[in-house]
């Protein structure tokens, strides 16, 4: 099977990427009946980190040569992201988790700490519910498992709230409707993603000058083609049975870290005592909703205090 990587220019592929990356190389594994692309990098502990929406597992560079200091990276493009497959079904949550247990199972990882960023801290989340005996620590950044709340979203937004810069208190994320609408999306955007970059980069970051042109050429260059459009909007697509699921769940018993940036850490505040038993809730307020470019050395210290047991 030709990489999906190779679709795109020379510059942006994965096998480019990674010279940015060194000591990290490149996989693919066939698990629970689809393809998957990852990174790995390091030795150590085992963490694996998800992405989220629009980027891909190049999200993490900021911090994972710091990361893979300390621990064995594996940095996965989850279902429909990147250069891993895209099929026609299995974007719940539930089921992207499994994608994620299978890949650990593949390499003979019984147990794994999870980083998970936007749509990746659903499907961590996700993982931790269903599979607790392999999950050391969870962390959640500006993402948690879909719940009823989501539902409470406003159709318009507060009052004077919807400017350049989403507004922390009352944030209006009109994209959690626009990629509910199935085929529309792709048609309009195909070709064209980089304008929808441009607003959501400058909407959700405090300061978007720190998400590069490369960077964004990078999420361009994916996005751009329909069958990515149409694989990441079923994400979305799929929280109604994300929503249907977290209502059979335990709450989790492993330690959890919420990292919350300004839009985001109120939320984390108020949710994550539902969802685990054992939480800490670190905010990175001076970030928007993408803080490993924003704030990657406050990111990293969150993360790496959090997994290193403290000196006896």
């Not at 609408?181 to 405090?206: D, I, N, S, T």
Request: hydrophobic share 40%; glycine share 8%; net charge negative.
């Amino acid at each position: 099977m030709q990489p999906v990587s190779s679709l795109f220019p020379a510059s942006y592929s994965d096998e480019a990427l990674l010279r940015r990356l060194p000591g990290f190389t490149d996989h693919y594994a066939t698990v629970n009946g689809v393809r998957l692309h990852y990174v790995e990098g390091g030795s150590g502990p085992v963490l694996v980190c998800l992405p989220g929406w629009p980027q891909t597992w190049y999200s993490y560079h900021p911090i994972a040569a710091g990361l893979a200091r300390h621990y064995r990276v594996i940095i996965v493009d989850i279902r429909g992201m990147g250069s891993s497959e895209k099929p026609a079904a299995g974007y719940d949550k539930k089921t992207m988790a499994r994608d994620i247990y299978e890949l650990l199972r593949h390499l003979g990882v019984t147990k794994a700490s999870l980083l998970g960023h936007d749509i990746g801290g659903m499907v961590a989340s996700s993982f931790g519910f269903n599979y607790p005996q392999a999950t050391h620590k969870l962390i959640l950044a500006d993402g948690a498992h879909p719940s009823e709340g989501l539902r409470q979203m406003p159709l318009l937004p507060a009052p004077g709230s919807f400017t350049d810069k989403m507004n922390g208190q009352q944030p209006y994320l009109w994209w959690m409707a626009f990629n509910q609408v199935k085929e529309l999306p792709e048609q309009l955007l195909a070709g064209r993603f980089e304008y929808l970059l441009e607003h959501l980069f400058r909407y959700v970051m405090l300061d978007e000058g720190r998400m590069s042109a490369f960077d964004r050429a990078v999420y361009a260059a994916v996005y751009n083609q329909p069958e990515n459009i149409r694989a990441s909007n079923a994400w979305y697509q799929a929280l109604d049975q994300d929503i249907a699921d977290a209502s059979t769940y335990a709450r989790l018993t492993m330690p959890v870290l919420g990292i919350g940036s300004h839009v985001s850490y109120n939320y984390l505040q108020m949710s994550l005592p539902y969802m685990a038993e054992d939480v800490r809730v670190v905010g990175i307020l001076d970030s928007g909703h993408y803080m490993f470019e924003e704030q990657p050395a406050q990111v990293l210290a969150a993360v790496l205090d959090f997994l290193q047991p403290p000196a006896s």
